[in-house]
């Protein structure tokens, strides 16, 4: 089945530098890509997603990059502020109806 | 626009006693509905999903079942629980289609606390 991995596990980073969170999967068949944001207590929201088909997605200050070839996609949030602090999950579907999630990254912005 | 709802929001059950999580979509019609847990500070680990009425896949072999009476009700239940199934357990629906469309949105979640 797919696994995905995702690194790191925590990232800590100053109000207005830049965070990247990367994920591998290993099931070629995997074409779409989702990225979601839980705050604490909360619920999983879908954030950003990829499909196979674009190497690059970007929605304001939020972009993913995919590498279908390396089997590797990245986060990137530019000018991060506090409320960016939550813990971010990658997916990836290896079939049309499931998605496998990474074991998440606990992003903190401080100040 | 679709709403999910899930309910209780919280409880706080003793080992061995039986459970029942409902979750319910509103519209929309023949939605994929996901049943995932997430345990304290971890990762989303899908337990179940159904492509339809009646169709019920497991993912992880446990002391959970799940069951889909109405195209837009899911149900996960016990019998006896386990201290080991606390946990933040999340519903999730997928609208199939010939869009091909992928996302998946979780409802607002049942944190199920055994004792």
């Known amino acids: 089945g797919e696994n995905v991995e995702q690194h790191p596990s925590t990232l800590s980073v100053q109000e207005g530098d830049s965070a990247v969170i990367k994920c591998t999967y290993s099931d070629s068949a995997s074409n779409y890509f989702p990225w979601y944001k839980q705050e604490l207590g909360k619920r999983p929201q879908l954030i950003i997603d990829?499909?196979?088909?674009?190497g690059e997605k970007k929605d304001q200050r939020i972009a993913v990059t995919l590498n279908k070839t390396a089997k590797h996609f990245s986060l990137h949030i530019t000018e991060t502020q506090p409320e960016d602090s939550a813990v971010y999950f990658c997916?990836?579907?290896?079939?049309?109806?499931?998605?496998?999630f990474g074991t998440g990254t606990r992003l903190q912005v401080t100040l | 626009s679709q709403t999910i709802h899930q309910w209780p929001a919280t409880l706080v059950q003793p080992v061995g006693s039986p459970l029942s999580l409902e979750c319910t979509v509103e519209?929309?019609?023949?939605?994929?509905l996901y049943w995932y847990r997430q345990a304290a500070g971890r990762g989303l680990q899908l337990l179940f999903y159904s492509v339809g009425i009646g169709q019920i896949s497991s993912e992880v072999p446990q002391n959970l079942s799940a069951s889909r009476p109405q195209d837009r009700q899911f149900i996960l239940s016990s019998k006896k629980l386990l201290l080991s199934d606390s946990g933040f357990y999340l519903c999730?629906?997928?609208?199939?289609?010939?869009?091909?469309?992928?996302?998946?949105?979780f409802g607002p979640g049942t944190r199920l606390t055994v004792t």
């Open positions: 999730a629906w997928r609208q199939p289609g010939p869009r091909r469309t992928y996302e998946q949105y």
């Open positions: 997916a990836a579907n290896p079939t049309a109806s499931k998605l496998t």
């Open positions: 990829i499909r196979s088909n674009v």
């Open positions: 519209g929309t019609s023949n939605p994929n």
